[in-house]
């Protein structure tokens, strides 16, 4: 399961941001997106943001713009990624520290709140907690607190076996939830909501819902899934 947040920034273009992404720690895995940390398993996955003007209704866009002093020069949407729960918030809270530390902006949770860096490094505390409290878990295995559409969009994404980068991934849009239960054996109340690795008992079944073919012997393969994230409100 993947939870999003979106970092918006004041003044700086999409080129600094990547210059900002490459010193804070992060690897560039194709021409738009970018994963954190560097070394070792990505448990964050980033891409350019450029849809404030059709997801968020007015109110949002202008709690935003306030915050801002005026419309983003740049935004980049950070992928949670739910296999390494509380791991996941650290580095992000981490990676949001290093970047709005470099150039003004602020942080959308997504779930009720914007962010700036200070807040973010005094850990200030507002109605869901400190930042994102509201995705951290008590315990390694267990649901982020936020409740997920069963409906969320689900992936196919596969990583080198040595370098651990995110090599691609492919929506898969023809798969049932109960099809995918019946693939990796879970039972009919699971949402899927966790990371799950692709063995070779699978292929056969999970190859007639993707396009890329499957190939254990060269990449790592991991079906997730994304939240649909609510926009409506989310700041009010």
């Known amino acids: 399961m993947a939870e999003s947040i979106i970092v918006y920034f004041a003044t700086v273009d999409r080129a600094a941001v990547a210059k900002l992404l490459r010193e804070s720690g992060c690897s560039k895995t194709d021409d738009q997106r970018w994963q954190y940390p560097r070394s070792g398993m990505p448990t964050l996955l980033l891409a350019p943001y450029t849809d404030l003007d059709s997801e968020y209704d007015e109110d949002d866009r202008r709690a935003i713009f306030t915050r801002l002093g005026g419309r983003p020069a740049c935004a980049v949407i950070v992928e949670l990624r739910r296999h390494f729960s509380s791991r996941a ?25 914007l962010w700036t860096c ?33 409906d969320a969009t689900r992936w196919l994404r ?13 929506q898969v849009t023809q798969a049932s939830l109960a099809q995918l239960q019946e693939i990796f054996g879970t039972t009919p109340d699971d ?3 966790e990371c799950y690795p692709v063995a070779a008992q699978h292929i056969q079944r999970l190859a007639t819902f993707v396009s890329q073919p499957i190939e254990l012997s060269r990449f790592a393969y991991f079906v997730e899934a994304d939240a649909i994230l609510p926009r409506t409100g989310a700041h009010g």
Request: charged share 30%.
């Open 89 to 113: 918030v650290d580095d992000a809270t981490d990676l949001c520290r290093r970047l709005l530390g470099q150039a003004d902006g602020v942080v959308d949770d997504t779930y009720s709140e």
């Open 118 to 150: 200070t807040e973010i490094q005094t850990r200030a505390i507002k109605r869901d907690g400190s930042f994102l409290e509201c995705y951290r878990n008590a315990g390694a295995g267990e649901p982020f607190r936020r409740v997920v559409d069963p």
């Open 158 to 170: 596969w990583y080198e076996l040595n370098g651990n980068n995110l090599v691609d991934e492919e």
């Open 191 to 193: 949402p899927m909501f």
